[in-house]
């Protein structure tokens, strides 16, 4: 929806919605990677990193422009 506002152009999608989502999620993620450490052996961080980043580009496949996955990947890892 919000693609089709710009006419092939995507200022609004990027300045609206993509980048204050990717500031967000690092930050959630951020926190959750500590609270993540603090709780868990290091193989177990390791596979619940490689579920969320899963998940995540999952959602932006199927939520999300396509150029918006590539970018939510490169925020968790």
């Known amino acids: 929806m919000l693609m089709s506002l710009g006419l092939d152009n995507r200022s609004v999608y990027a300045d609206d919605f993509e980048t204050p989502f990717l500031l967000q999620s690092a930050e959630f993620y951020r926190l959750e990677s500590q609270k993540l450490l603090a709780e ?38």
């Open 40 to 77: 868990n052996s290091a193989s177990v961080y390791i596979r619940k990193v490689a579920a969320r980043i899963s998940e995540e580009a999952e959602r932006a496949v199927h939520y999300l422009d396509k150029s918006t996955e590539e970018r939510i990947v490169r925020v968790l890892e």
